[in-house]
Structures are given as structure tokens and as C-alpha cells.
């Protein structure tokens, strides 16, 4: 009688063996796991989610499946559960996949710095049914996420945006063309008598002249110095440019937008060349999601085109005197504007140390 | 004093099962004490069985000495306590022995908690089954085989005891796991904790119960004797073991009786027929607890639900029709096709299959990798090369992708 209980033991040990083969040999098999961010981008300090899909199409159970990945520490999950933080968030959740279940998980998150975020790849570890051995694997992910700059707001942005504008309007009467037809109005002294319509003063039995619009390209170039030193500043740098830019395209003028940072999507020189029109508010606050400072950098005006009649705006936090130096050389006959972003309390005797330049206008922003 | 709070029925399980395990082997040594008593004095004070089965109720004042040791703080009430459960010890064992070894329990305890205020928490071997302990049976059986007389009485018991603590170790292993897992990461938010209790715990259950089934009933209705002849020594050379499966002459055969405690000198004859149908009742209510558990389990995995924030989908089989055409729409080539067009596509196949979700069936390859997420610039020129070129690919492609 003892031979057959050996036997039978050495049966139950044997399922037992060919359960962990099938486990080695399939367990990653029909198994799916997909991470996405839920929407392209939001705003810095919004909300928004992350879901995380796993797919178990085989009969094998996976009791546990655990889904782990690095995540930027911009991003806050709620209350940081799951997460241990370093340089970066590294995540990880547990799932348990039945077998042909499908699982859906969502995860919110908060946005609590500007930038472009993707995960690249999601680790994999499952245990068998007796969570006696564990198996590990990785998944590529292709999933990328913007977080946009916020807007500066309307009281502090209005000075430097009133300097633009006037500037840009006060060349634009300079230069009339006199082939854009913009209105009519009556004749005061001093008005040239070639823009006299004729026919339409005989019809209306007084002097009227015809107005004309500018067709000169209204162009503003913007520079954003991302040398580092104080990332704070900078990040307000960069969302002053943003407010800027959507007030600028929302007025038609055409940009030109250049960085001494880089592009973190293409490690390149950032810069963004020729945008013009409201419908390339959302690239330019991508693109700007995307620049990062550094170390080392060149400095800013060296990177600038000759601006021509162009005018030039030049955001900084820095006040050294040789990037206002320079500005000014890079601008010459010309006019350019300067915006120096600074923390409170900075005091007028700390402003005046700053040198000035006859062609160059200096804003102070405090923040 | 102090609280102690055993939080979960699984918990609580592992805490029984680590009691009942040290009862096993305390009791399978009363027997083979007793069993010996009676083979080498014929003096019959307690048979094996009842010293066996009255053995197991050694778990009960284990469990009272681990509650002891970890609530009473002065070492002089433990002592009393000790006092006390050796005292209980005899009464539920019915003989001295079952005092004394509870009493040397006790100060192994006490020695242990000394041990545990310097080196930290310490696993008493008391309560932690380990298939180690099957080799105090294996012992034991070997004895009962090779003594001049053998001793059928204990073979018995050893066999039976060793598929009981067979059954208890792996419930416990399993248990175990799941419970350290658990706890290790119970602060985790959105632990699926009741599925993975569900699953890991009805594989357990099931491994359980099905070695019970299967073990359990030839272990009780085990007959034989197994005899071990020592070789006798001569002087040309030796001789090996011969196991023998015979009944030892002389000796009765194991009745059920027998696995009662014989508390008074007359035999209770149970018919047979009355055992046959009582351990069919029991195989048959575990194969049905089997199946039910089976089925339960079963169509919780067909049915779709919200878990947490877990939505979980039972995958229909349209959804799995739908998966296995878009598996199709990447053909694999023939499987005897061996040529380097054929194994780079088939490599290109298994790079995206693994990446995860099979892509549509309208995608260009670039639009399908990007949708599973891959980037394979090298394996998509060559794939693009061997499905929809002119020119064949070549033993070189093949070399560049290695």
C-alpha cells in the first residue's frame, strides 16, 4: 500500500512541476500592458490622468502582475502613493490579471512644473499561481505628455505688452503702404494731396483722403535666457514669453522665438522661426514646453539673427551688464527691450546698478 | 501585559497550522514511545493510536504558550503560566510526558524572547512547518521497518502522520506567501489585495484538498507492513536492504477501531461497511468542495466589474476573435520557408506581437509601430525590404540584423 501513496505523491509532485513549466514557458504570452497619458497636454498645476490597460488573453491567471515605470517628478500622483522619489518618480502598481481580462486603471496626476514627458518603457514582473517564482519582462511604451507654461497675468503682463505694441504701431505709421486700401477719412492740414480721393469727395461734397495700412511685416523677436541659476526665475521667464506670444499672435504680428536652452525633444539649439496666427498658440506653448535650461550655455544674443528693423524683446533673469551690452549692439540703430524678471523685494538701488543702454528699454517684473 | 491582535482569519490560520504542525510531531514520538514500551516490555500503558491522536491535542496548550509569551511580560507569571500548561499538557495528552515537554517549550520560549529583545523578531520553530519535519516520520517509519520485531502499530501512524503534516506544510508554505506578500505591501494603494487573495488562495485550497483527496484515504486504509531485514554480516561480502510489503505473522491487521483512543478494555466493533461509507462521504463532499470552488471561481473571471479603480472586463470571445484576426493580419510565413525574407518578417512579427496589442489591420508598419510602441529602425527597413520590395533580402540583411 505504501507503493501506491509514493506514486501518488510523485503524481501531485509532477502537476505540480508542470504547472511551473507552463508558467515559465507562457506566462508572458496573449499579455499586454499599455500606459497613456489620457490627454496631449495641460497646463502647469492642472490636473490630468494616466491609464494604465493591462490585457491577459491566455487561460493562465497571473495572481500578481506587477507594473512599474519612471515618471518625471513634475508629475505628482495623488499623495504620492506607489511612488518613491529620486531624481525621478518610480512607480509601481499591482494588478491581478484572470485569465482573459482585461483591466483598466486610472491614475490622476498633477502637473506642478512646465515640460514634455514620455515614458519609454514599463517593467514586468508576474508570479505564478503559488507566488513561488517570479518572472520579469518589460514592455516599450510610446506615450508623451506636455505640460504648457502658465500665463503671467494680465496686470503684470500689460506694461511690457503696452511697450511692444507701441512700438510696433509707431512703425507702423512710419511705413504706409500706399497699396493697402484701410478707410477713408476727411482732409486735415498737412495731408498729402496725392492721397486725395477724388471721386470720393465729389460724391460725398468734402475732401476726404484715403488711409492706408502697413503691409510692413510686423515682426517681434523674443529671446528667452535659460542659463541656469535660478530655475524659478526662469520658469517665469518662460511664462512671460508664453503671455506675450499669445497677445502677440492674437494681433497678428508674426514672431521669431529664440533660446540659448535646449530643445529636450531634439537636444538641439531651441528656437522657433516665422510663427504668426493665433492657430500656432498651441506649438509655440509645446515647443516652450520643451525648452530646458543648463549649464554652460552660450549666451543668449549669440544666438540671435540680425534683427534688421525687427524688434527684439530680451527676457533675462540675469543682470549682468554684458547681456544688456549685448542687447544693445546686437539691436544698433535700432530699438530693443529688455525684461528682467526678478524676485520681490528686489530694491531700486539694486536696479539702478544695472547699466542702461540708449537703444534698449529695461522692464523689471516682479514675481 | 500586552495586546495582541490577530487581525485576519488568514492570519489566524497560519498561527493553527504552525500549533497543529509541532502537535504532529510531538505526537508521532508519544506513539513511538508507547509503541516501543509495548514491543520491548509488552507493557501496553497507552496504544500508539490513542497516544498518536490524543498527541494532537498538544496544538491547543502550544497555542496557549505562544499567546503566553507574547502577553505576559514578567518572566516569573510565565513560569507559572509554564506551570499551568504543562499541567493542561498532561491532562489533554493523558501521560507526564506531554508535561514535560511543554515545560521545556516554555523556557525555549522564554530563552527565545531574551533572544528576540537583542536579535530582533525570531521564527520559533515551534510554530513554522517545514517539510523538514516529514524526515522525523521518514525516521520514525525506517525504525518501525527495521526493529526485530517491527512495529506495525507506528508504521502505520508515521505514514499517516506524514501525509497530515504533508497536507499542513504545504497549506501553511502557501498561506505563508501569500500572507508575506500581502502584508509587505499593504500600504500600497490599490492593492488588489481580495483578488490576489482570491486566486492564490483558491490554488492553495485546491492543492490542498486535492492532496487530502487523493492521499488521505490510502494513508487511513494503508494494511501493509513494510519490514526492513538487516543484512547479516559474513565474510565474503554484503548484502542490501530488502523492503517486504508483507503483514507481520502474529500481528493483527489495522482496523478503523484501532485509530480511536481506546479509553476503556472493550473494543467498539465498527462494521466496515460503516467506514467504507463514511470516508465515500467525505472524498465525495471534497470532490464536490473541489468542484464547486472550481466553478465559483470560474465565473467570477467571466463576468466584468469595478474593483477600486480597477475596471476589470471579462474579454468576450468576439473580442478574442477580433484580437486572433488582427494576430493574422501579420502573417507569418510558411513555417518551412527559411529563407531571409521569411526570417526577418517572422522576426518583425515577434517584435511586434510582443510588444503588446496586435496593431490594426490597415496599418502601414511605421504606423503600427508606433502604435504597440516600438522603435525598430533597423528590423522596419529590412521588414519593408522583405514584404513589399522588389529585390529579395539577402544572407547579408540577415548578417546586419544580427
Redesign the interface.
Known sequence: MLIPILITAGVLLLLFTLLRWLYDRFWERGLSCRISFMGEYAVEDETSDLSEVIVNRKLLPLPVLEISFHMDRRLHFSSEENSSLSDQTYRRDVFTAGPRQKITRTLPFKCAGRGYFRINEAGLTAQDLFLTRKYVSHMPQNTEFYVLPRTVPAHQIQIPYARIMGEVLSRRRVCDDPFEFGGLREYSRGDPMKYINWKATARAGRLLINIHESTLSQRVIIAVDMERGSDFLNEYAVRICCTLSERLLSEGIELDLYSNGTDIQTGEPWRMEGVSGSGSLLAVKKKLACLQSGQGLAPVCSRLPAPGDDLVVLISRSQRDDIGRDLSELVGRSRGLRVIPCSLGTTEEQREKVLLFKNTDTIWMEF | MKKIHISKPRSAALLALGWLHWAMLVAIIFAMFFDMLYGLAELELMSPQAAFFRGLLFAIPTGLSWFAIKRIRSFMLFLLASLGLSGLSWLLVGHPGGALIMFVMCLIRMRTRLAEGEEGAVRSLFDTPSLFGLCVFVLLFLFSAGVADGLPRLQWLT?LGA?LY?IVCLGYN?LD??DS?LTL?KD?????AR??Q???GS??LI?VL??AA??LP??L????F?RLKMPEFKGGGTENLIPE?TPVPGRPEMKIADMLPQVDSTPIQIPPIVGYIFFGLIGALLLAGLFAAVIHLFK??RRSFSDS???????SRDE?EY?RELTETLRRPRIWDRSPGAVIRRRYRKALL????PPERWMTPQEAE?A????IPALHRLYEKARYGREECTQEDLRELR
Do not use: C, W
Not at chain 2, 372 to 375: D, E, F, K, L, R
Open positions: 505514514v501525509v504533508l502557501g506567501r501569500l506578500y505591501n500600497m494603494h490599490g492593492l488588489p483578488r490576489i482570491h486566486i492564490a490554488a492553495v492543492l486535492l492532496t487523493l492521499l490510502m494513508a486504509g494503508h494494511s501493509g513494510v510489503a467570477n473571471f479603480r480597477d475596471v476589470v472586463q471579462y474579454l478574442q484580437a510582443k510588444a503588446g496589442e508606433n504597440v510602441g516600438v522603435q
